[in-house]
């Protein structure tokens, strides 16, 4: 009996040597394992054995199994190994095709510098006015002190529906609106942007319409100081720690002393470039203290109360931060265009 | 205003300072300069030469050969083709190695077999303007005075060694308008002392009373007038100091006369204007308002027909100039004039501003008294001018002023205190600090012990009236940029946007995230435009500009959905067929014919989609954009606003639109539902004739999504009992809407319903002609209990029972 195991363990290891596939491994499995198996064949015959021979042959008979068993768990373990290597072979794909994006649409710029602006005065501890874009004649200049005829009026020819009603031509209206609502009050810190409209021939810089962003601080004890130190603050979150401000004496009827402002420029640092027209500084936006007469007829006393206002056009800032050569593109509204502003 | 730098240190030692510095310091002071522009345009070498002799060319008829002296000892032998040339002038002479503007080098050469050595120029030759060359100049060489030296360079000669600054004035500072004003903010800037220019008069014995009489009718528009007389003139060309200074600031010269009043207007910023006096009878002047019908032959040879508002200087009958603006033909200076009425006044600039834009006359006087001339300078102005007209043109000026109207001008008194200049600026500058900057400004001024300045303003600065306009002064002379940086003191409020603020950033987020390009349009547009899309402005009339700058541009958009079309098809045109747009802002409507007030200004919402949603690629098939996207667009934003709930859609057929694909978005408000806004396709022929692929649009009203948005997210347990899932399918006709079913289904349900939803729409033979199938996914839950079986059944067979009887929908097996 122990020479039949012997023979069987021989039989068995060879034809498992020679093996080619998970099915044929299956086959020998039963054949030489199964509950009809060869050894089980072969260990029917047990009852007839001697009870001293039983364990001898119990031995040779699990010595057997043991070495079948671990070369079918070898070849089993082969089997899959290669069974998964083929699988992925075939999965193989070309990763350098274009993926699905995500769809990706843009917000466009103007609004995008203006929302980036307003951000910086939302934290500044300002809020938001609006105002209408069609509005009075009163509003739009007299309450800022350009009473009819004057001079002044020059400087921003007009679109007029009637003799008492225009497009604004800045969005200073909105000061004279905030300062009648707030009734006296303070402080008020706002800010005003929006569309605005002046007869200009269009080209690569001048639109008739076009946007501003206005801001108004009034309270008690307000300085050109303080005006100078909210610009500065200003400047160096929207164009970087290293931005300067220069202020030059200038005009408005609505604010004395007046002053245009200049940042450094964005391109050369002040080094000096064909943008800066070498000067080093660009010119960005207008402010001053808000005249007597301007608080005067928004409800405040100027003895009790001083205040100042800026006001810088989105179009000029978005052409300096973009390096956009010509404002009409904001208008034409070519996707090719707009698609440059979908990233953050 | 041209400031020639030679000029301007007449007034004022400029001695250490170049063009360029004194720009800049002007510039950092307040008065800008736009640039500074050499009056030499390129010349070196030129010289002055006299003309010898002069010899026709043997070859050439139009040529002569001329010998000229230029000081060297030896004659050149010149070619030269103008015809004015001839012996004995003096003329600029451009000798070999010279060069002429536009880098135009003087070289040796043969001109018809003759040799020519050099050039003799003509003033445009020489880069002057020749729109501001006296006549005589305009045409041939330039011949100079008999006074002139041989041999000197004629770049010092005619003064064109000098700079030009170009001040872009504001409308306060026209006291710079004059030369005397410009030297006066000099000295401000610089401390140095204004030197104020002669104009001393030798009167003759005859008094100017019983020459001249002077009336004013109308004081409030000629507060001041005056008059001289000069007698016994001689009309000819200025010397060329004269001519130069005036070319320099661009003034054309045109006879000693009137030149000079233009030089005194351009000195003390007062305008002049000169009659010939025996053309004004018995000498009389009488200024007042025109009357209806009259008219005036103007300088320019024009007839002007005058209006009731307009003031005009008279002979006691007829008028002879307008004030301020232009004189009359029938009073001019001409070369036989022999005696002058000069005339120095003031006039209301309201009326000089409005006059001269009526007629469209801006002159260099007009502009000066629409910003109001200083009153002190009217008599001194006119002692200059009659005392250079007399030196000039060899007259006698008569003794006496006549004058009337004549209010003694006063000076403004300013008081501020130091506190409030250093509390308003936000300085620390001490008493003797602000005494130096009204030092150098000229201002008389006390300096009480309250710490209060009680300033004198001369009348030259009458933009300066009150308290603020000092502390100006001090800020700007003390350097805006030595004044500190500081935080605002005080509570620090938190900023914030509003709730509309708010809700146009989400939108423009969540559908610029979705894959939408935000667009801005304009609010001007055409008429025609206006009448596309009326469905949101029924009733409303468009805004209409009273002078638009084209049709194009004429009124305001009433839609956004006209443009945005519009962008669609400019994009196309560009090879873009796909796009997804949207944009926010206002439209404008009214009711009124002639606006009396402000028109409605309606904030908006539209979306174009158009081409396709996904473009073909490698791995999928291109799919096109459909009714059921610009629909999501809105079911999107009125789910992330809060208003899903309040919303439903009906089939509407407006105006463009695809009358069997569109709906109207209908609001459920406090007072009923509410239309406000449309999702639909364009019509087809819309289509074709844009050649747009098929497009989707929608229009939002803002308002109302305002007033109902609601951000409030309330947290609602997450359901511990378990659903459970009904599908149903009914056929039922083509035309009943699946949103009726569901409205319906929704209500017969109740409370236990927890969702609805359609997941199958098909039409087919097997269900008949006109007929549909809609299947309907149906979840029901109970918040605190598992459902039993047999009520789910019931309440379902319910719903079944009661589509069936509303819509004869079939249950389909």
Same mark, same amino acid.
């Given at each position: 009996?122990?020479?039949?195991?012997?023979?069987?363990?021989?039989?068995?290891?060879?034809?498992?040597?020679?093996?080619?596939?998970?099915?044929?491994?299956?086959?020998?499995?039963?054949?030489?394992?199964?509950?009809?198996?060869?050894?089980?064949?072969?260990?029917?015959?047990?009852?007839?054995?001697?009870?001293?021979?039983?364990?001898?042959?119990?031995?040779?008979?699990?010595?057997?199994?043991?070495?079948?068993?671990?070369?079918?768990?070898?070849?089993?373990?082969?089997?899959?190994?290669?069974?998964?290597?083929?699988?992925?072979?075939?999965?193989?794909?070309?990763?350098?095709?274009?993926?699905?994006?995500?769809?990706?649409?843009?917000?466009?710029?103007?609004?995008?510098?203006?929302?980036?602006?307003?951000?910086?005065?939302?934290?500044?501890?300002?809020?938001?006015?609006?105002?209408?874009?069609?509005?009075?004649?009163?509003?739009?200049?007299?309450?800022?002190?350009?009473?009819?005829?004057?001079?002044?009026?020059?400087?921003?020819?007009?679109?007029?529906?009637?003799?008492?009603?225009?497009?604004?031509?800045?969005?200073?209206?909105?000061?004279?609106?905030?300062?009648?609502?707030?009734?006296?009050?303070?402080?008020?810190?706002?800010?005003?942007?929006?569309?605005?409209?002046?007869?200009?021939?269009?080209?690569?810089?001048?639109?008739?319409?076009?946007?501003?962003?206005?801001?108004?601080?009034?309270?008690?004890?307000?300085?050109?100081?303080?005006?100078?130190?909210?610009?500065?603050?200003?400047?160096?979150?929207?164009?970087?720690?290293?931005?300067?401000?220069?202020?030059?004496?200038?005009?408005?009827?609505?604010?004395?002393?007046?002053?245009?402002?200049?940042?450094?420029?964005?391109?050369?640092?002040?080094?000096?470039?064909?943008?800066?027209?070498?000067?080093?500084?660009?010119?960005?936006?207008?402010?001053?203290?808000?005249?007597?007469?301007?608080?005067?007829?928004?409800?405040?006393?100027?003895?009790?109360?001083?205040?100042?206002?800026?006001?810088?056009?989105?179009?000029?800032?978005?052409?300096?931060?973009?390096?956009?050569?010509?404002?009409?593109?904001?208008?034409?509204?070519?996707?090719?265009?707009?698609?440059?502003?979908?990233?953050? | 205003?041209?400031?020639?730098?030679?000029?301007?240190?007449?007034?004022?030692?400029?001695?250490?300072?170049?063009?360029?510095?004194?720009?800049?310091?002007?510039?950092?002071?307040?008065?800008?300069?736009?640039?500074?522009?050499?009056?030499?345009?390129?010349?070196?070498?030129?010289?002055?030469?006299?003309?010898?002799?002069?010899?026709?060319?043997?070859?050439?008829?139009?040529?002569?050969?001329?010998?000229?002296?230029?000081?060297?000892?030896?004659?050149?032998?010149?070619?030269?083709?103008?015809?004015?040339?001839?012996?004995?002038?003096?003329?600029?002479?451009?000798?070999?190695?010279?060069?002429?503007?536009?880098?135009?080098?003087?070289?040796?050469?043969?001109?018809?077999?003759?040799?020519?050595?050099?050039?003799?120029?003509?003033?445009?030759?020489?880069?002057?303007?020749?729109?501001?060359?006296?006549?005589?100049?305009?045409?041939?060489?330039?011949?100079?005075?008999?006074?002139?030296?041989?041999?000197?360079?004629?770049?010092?000669?005619?003064?064109?060694?000098?700079?030009?600054?170009?001040?872009?004035?504001?409308?306060?500072?026209?006291?710079?308008?004059?030369?005397?004003?410009?030297?006066?903010?000099?000295?401000?800037?610089?401390?140095?002392?204004?030197?104020?220019?002669?104009?001393?008069?030798?009167?003759?014995?005859?008094?100017?009373?019983?020459?001249?009489?002077?009336?004013?009718?109308?004081?409030?528009?000629?507060?001041?007038?005056?008059?001289?007389?000069?007698?016994?003139?001689?009309?000819?060309?200025?010397?060329?100091?004269?001519?130069?200074?005036?070319?320099?600031?661009?003034?054309?010269?045109?006879?000693?006369?009137?030149?000079?009043?233009?030089?005194?207007?351009?000195?003390?910023?007062?305008?002049?204007?000169?009659?010939?006096?025996?053309?004004?009878?018995?000498?009389?002047?009488?200024?007042?308002?025109?009357?209806?019908?009259?008219?005036?032959?103007?300088?320019?040879?024009?007839?002007?027909?005058?209006?009731?508002?307009?003031?005009?200087?008279?002979?006691?009958?007829?008028?002879?100039?307008?004030?301020?603006?232009?004189?009359?033909?029938?009073?001019?200076?001409?070369?036989?004039?022999?005696?002058?009425?000069?005339?120095?006044?003031?006039?209301?600039?309201?009326?000089?501003?409005?006059?001269?834009? *009526?007629?469209?006359?801006?002159?260099?006087?007009?502009?000066?008294?629409?910003?109001?001339?200083?009153?002190?300078?009217?008599?001194?102005?006119?002692?200059?001018?009659?005392?250079?007209?007399?030196?000039?043109?060899?007259?006698?000026?008569?003794?006496?002023?006549? *004058?009337?109207?004549?209010?003694?001008?006063?000076?403004?008194?300013?008081?501020?205190?130091?506190?409030?200049?250093?509390?308003?600026?936000?300085?620390?500058?001490?008493?003797?600090?602000?005494?130096?900057?009204?030092?150098?400004?000229?201002?008389?001024?006390?300096?009480?012990?309250?710490?209060?300045?009680?300033? *004198?303003?001369?009348?030259?600065?009458?933009?300066?009236?009150?308290?603020?306009?000092?502390?100006?002064?001090?800020?700007?002379?003390?350097?805006?940029?030595?004044?500190?940086?500081?935080?605002?003191?005080?509570?620090?409020?938190?900023?914030?946007?509003?709730?509309?603020?708010?809700?146009?950033?989400?939108?423009?987020?969540?559908?610029?995230?979705?894959?939408?390009?935000?667009?801005?349009?304009?609010?001007?547009?055409?008429?025609?435009?206006?009448?596309?899309?009326?469905?949101?402005?029924?009733?409303?009339?468009?805004?209409?500009?009273?002078?638009?700058?084209?049709?194009?541009?004429?009124?305001?958009?009433?839609?956004?959905?006209?443009?945005?079309?519009?962008?669609?098809?400019?994009?196309?045109?560009?090879?873009?067929?796909?796009?997804?747009?949207?944009?926010?802002?206002?439209?404008?409507?009214?009711?009124?014919?002639?606006?009396?007030?402000?028109?409605?200004?309606?904030?908006?919402?539209?979306?174009?989609?158009?081409?396709?949603?996904? *473009?073909?690629?490698?791995?999928?098939?291109?799919?096109?954009?459909?009714?059921?996207?610009?629909?999501?667009?809105?079911?999107?934003?009125?789910?992330?606003?809060?208003?899903?709930?309040?919303?439903?859609?009906?089939?509407?057929?407006?105006?463009?639109?695809?009358?069997?694909?569109?709906?109207?978005?209908?609001?459920?408000?406090?007072?009923?539902?509410?239309?406000?806004?449309?999702?639909?396709?364009?019509?087809?022929?819309?289509?074709?004739?844009?050649?747009?692929?098929?497009?989707?649009?929608?229009?939002?009203?803002?308002?109302?999504?305002?007033?109902?948005?609601?951000?409030?997210?309330?947290?609602?347990?997450?359901?511990?009992?378990?659903?459970?899932?009904?599908?149903?399918?009914?056929?039922?006709?083509?035309?009943?809407?699946?949103?009726?079913?569901?409205?319906?289904?929704?209500?017969?349900?109740?409370?236990?319903?927890?969702?609805?939803?359609?997941?199958?729409?098909?039409?087919?033979?097997?269900?008949?002609?006109?007929?549909?199938?809609?299947?309907?996914?149906?979840?029901?839950?109970?918040?605190?209990?598992?459902?039993?079986?047999?009520?789910?059944?019931?309440?379902?067979?319910?719903?079944?029972?009661?589509?069936?009887?509303?819509?004869?929908?079939?249950?389909?097996?």
């Amino acid at each position: 009996m122990k020479a039949r195991l012997e023979e069987l363990r021989a039989e068995a290891l060879g034809e498992l040597q020679a093996v080619a596939s998970q099915g044929a491994l299956n086959d020998l499995r039963v054949k030489y394992l199964g509950k009809k198996g060869a050894l089980t064949e072969i260990l029917r015959g047990m009852g007839a054995l001697s009870a001293e021979e039983r364990p001898v042959i119990g031995g040779v008979a699990n010595e057997v199994r043991g070495a079948i068993e671990a070369v079918i768990e070898e070849k089993q373990i082969a089997f899959q190994r290669e069974e998964t290597e083929g699988r992925l072979r075939e999965e193989t794909i070309d990763v350098t095709l274009p993926g699905r994006k995500l769809p990706t649409g843009s917000v466009h710029p103007l609004n995008k510098v203006a929302q980036e602006i307003e951000d910086v005065f939302i934290g500044l501890g300002y809020t938001i006015a609006e105002g209408p874009e069609v509005e009075t004649d009163y509003y739009n200049f007299e309450a800022l002190n350009l009473p009819k005829n004057h001079p002044a009026r020059d400087m921003q020819d007009s679109f007029y529906v009637t003799d008492e009603i225009l497009m604004r031509t800045h969005t200073s209206p909105v000061q004279v609106r905030t300062m009648k609502a707030s009734a006296g009050m303070t402080p008020v810190k706002v800010i005003c942007p929006g569309k605005v409209y002046r007869r200009d021939d269009d080209d690569a810089t001048h639109s008739f319409q076009f946007n501003q962003i206005e801001g108004l601080v009034i309270g008690k004890g307000i300085r050109m100081s303080d005006l100078k130190g909210t610009l500065l603050q200003f400047v160096q979150q929207m164009f970087g720690s290293q931005a300067q401000i220069r202020l030059r004496p200038s005009f408005f009827p609505f604010t004395e002393p007046s002053a245009e402002v200049d940042v450094t420029c964005v391109q050369c640092a002040g080094d000096g470039c064909r943008m800066c027209k070498q000067t080093g500084w660009l010119e960005i936006l207008g402010c001053g203290m808000v005249h007597p007469r301007v608080l005067e007829m928004g409800g405040y006393d100027p003895e009790e109360v001083t205040g100042f206002a800026f006001g810088m056009g989105v179009e000029r800032i978005a052409l300096l931060k973009y390096g956009i050569d010509d404002i009409r593109h904001f208008y034409s509204n070519d996707l090719r265009f707009l698609g440059q502003f979908a990233r953050m | 205003m041209k400031v020639s730098y030679q000029w301007l240190n007449e007034y004022i030692d400029l001695s250490g300072l170049s063009a360029e510095e004194l720009a800049e310091r002007m510039t950092r002071g307040g008065i800008e300069i736009d640039g500074v522009e050499s009056r030499n345009k390129g010349v070196t070498g030129v010289v002055v030469g006299h003309v010898v002799s002069k010899e026709k060319h043997p070859d050439a008829d139009k040529l002569n050969v001329c010998k000229v002296d230029v000081g060297t000892g030896e004659e050149l032998q010149i070619v030269c083709g103008a015809k004015n040339v001839d012996a004995g002038q003096l003329v600029p002479v451009a000798v070999i190695g010279a060069v002429l503007p536009g880098d135009f080098k003087i070289k040796r050469a043969k001109l018809r077999g003759v040799e020519s050595q050099g050039m003799i120029c003509s003033a445009k030759e020489l880069g002057l303007n020749d729109k501001l060359l006296p006549k005589e100049q305009q045409e041939g060489i330039l011949v100079l005075p008999e006074s002139t030296r041989i041999g000197a360079s004629i770049a010092s000669v005619l003064g064109i060694d000098d700079e030009v600054l170009e001040l872009d004035l504001t409308p306060n500072r026209s006291d710079c308008l004059s030369m005397l004003g410009v030297a006066y903010e000099v000295g401000a800037l610089t401390g140095r002392e204004v030197k104020l220019p002669d104009n001393a008069v030798h009167d003759a014995a005859a008094k100017t009373e019983g020459l001249v009489s002077v009336a004013v009718e109308a004081e409030e528009q000629c507060p001041h007038y005056t008059a001289r007389y000069i007698q016994g003139v001689t009309i000819g060309s200025s010397p060329s100091w004269l001519q130069n200074r005036l070319m320099a600031a661009g003034i054309r010269p045109i006879n000693n006369v009137v030149d000079v009043t233009n030089f005194v207007m351009l000195e003390y910023g007062q305008p002049l204007h000169a009659f010939d006096a025996d053309k004004v009878p018995g000498g009389r002047i009488v200024v007042r308002m025109a009357r209806e019908g009259e008219t005036l032959v103007t300088l320019d040879d024009q007839e002007r027909r005058l209006e009731p508002h307009m003031l005009v200087i008279t002979d006691g009958n007829e008028p002879i100039a307008l004030a301020g603006v232009m004189g009359g033909a029938s009073t001019e200076v001409t070369a036989g004039t022999t005696n002058i009425l000069l005339e120095s006044a003031r006039f209301d600039g309201g009326i000089v501003r409005k006059t001269s834009r *009526q007629l469209g006359l801006r002159s260099e006087s007009s502009i000066r008294f629409e910003k109001e001339v200083d009153p002190a300078s009217v008599i001194p102005a006119l002692d200059r001018a009659a005392s250079l007209i007399a030196q000039l043109a060899s007259g006698l000026v008569t003794d006496g002023i006549v *004058q009337a109207a004549a209010k003694a001008p006063e000076k403004a008194v300013v008081e501020v205190t130091l506190a409030r200049i250093n509390g308003y600026l936000g300085t620390e500058l001490s008493s003797l600090e602000v005494r130096s900057i009204l030092g150098r400004l000229r201002f008389d001024y006390d300096f009480g012990a309250d710490d209060a300045f009680r300033i *004198q303003v001369p009348t030259r600065r009458g933009d300066i009236t009150r308290a603020v306009d000092i502390i100006e002064e001090v800020a700007r002379l003390h350097g805006y940029d030595n004044i500190p940086t500081t935080p605002i003191h005080g509570d620090v409020i938190p900023g914030s946007l509003t709730k509309p603020q708010a809700i146009r950033r989400e939108l423009r987020k969540r559908l610029a995230d979705s894959g939408l390009n935000e667009v801005t349009s304009y609010s001007f547009t055409s008429p025609a435009r206006t009448e596309m899309f009326p469905a949101l402005s029924e009733g409303a009339r468009p805004v209409r500009l009273s002078m638009p700058m084209s049709e194009e541009r004429s009124v305001l958009r009433t839609s956004l959905l006209a443009q945005l079309v519009e962008t669609a098809v400019y994009n196309r045109n560009r090879k873009n067929e796909s796009a997804a747009l949207f944009e926010i802002g206002s439209v404008f409507h009214t009711d009124e014919e002639t606006l009396t007030r402000l028109p409605r200004e309606k904030h908006r919402f539209a979306a174009l989609l158009t081409g396709n949603r996904v *473009q073909s690629s490698w791995n999928g098939k291109a799919e096109a954009y459909d009714f059921y996207d610009a629909k999501g667009i809105v079911e999107t934003i009125a789910s992330v606003l809060g208003i899903a709930g309040k919303l439903t859609y009906a089939p509407a057929q407006p105006e463009h639109f695809h009358p069997g694909r569109t709906a109207a978005i209908v609001l459920d408000t406090e007072s009923g539902p509410s239309i406000i806004g449309y999702v639909g396709q364009l019509h087809p022929a819309g289509q074709l004739e844009w050649e747009l692929a098929d497009t989707y649009v929608v229009e939002l009203e803002l308002e109302p999504v305002y007033e109902y948005a609601d951000f409030d997210i309330v947290y609602r347990t997450l359901p511990r009992y378990p659903a459970m899932e009904r599908d149903i399918a009914v056929v039922v006709n083509a035309d009943v809407a699946a949103g009726d079913l569901t409205a319906a289904a929704t209500r017969t349900a109740g409370a236990l319903l927890e969702s609805i939803s359609v997941f199958d729409v098909f039409t087919g033979e097997r269900l008949g002609a006109g007929k549909k199938s809609v299947a309907l996914s149906l979840v029901y839950r109970h918040a605190e209990r598992t459902l039993t079986d047999e009520e789910v059944t019931a309440l379902h067979a319910e719903v079944v029972g009661h589509l069936a009887q509303s819509f004869g929908a079939e249950l389909r097996k």
